[in-house]
């Protein structure tokens, strides 16, 4: 059972950035899919939620900005950050759980998300 996340990177401010997260050793049909992320110092922060029917949810320091989204065909979860802060800057990790756990079961690795101009 495995998570990967991957497309962190350097991007400006108002910039654009997909990130990802595949599932390997389980399918996504009954997992729901979470990001979260930390910034140096800070404590970690949930960021969003996609359920495994589909149903989203966002912080607020993201709403209207962030998308997340499921393809369960290729076993992954996306999350697609537009109008990017520097506040935004952390290491994002995705963890999964089943959708009749109230917390995470497994964690992936984190991605790095770096804006700065």
């Known amino acids: 059972v495995q998570l990967q996340a991957s497309g962190g990177g350097l991007v400006q401010p108002g910039g654009s950035l997909r990130l990802s997260c595949a599932a390997s050793?389980?399918?996504?049909?009954?997992?729901?899919i979470g990001w979260l992320r930390q910034a140096p110092g800070k404590e970690r922060e949930w960021v969003s939620y996609i359920s495994n029917t589909g149903s989203t949810y966002y912080a607020d320091s993201v709403k209207g900005r962030f998308t997340i989204s499921r393809d369960n065909a290729k076993n992954t979860v996306y999350l697609q950050m537009n109008s990017a802060k520097p506040e935004d800057t952390a290491v994002y990790v995705c963890?999964?759980?089943?959708?009749?756990?109230?917390?995470?079961?497994?964690w992936g690795q984190g991605t790095q998300v770096t804006v700065s101009s």
């Open positions: 050793g389980f399918t996504l049909d009954y997992i729901g």
């Open positions: 963890a999964a759980r089943h959708w009749s756990h109230a917390t995470y079961d497994y």
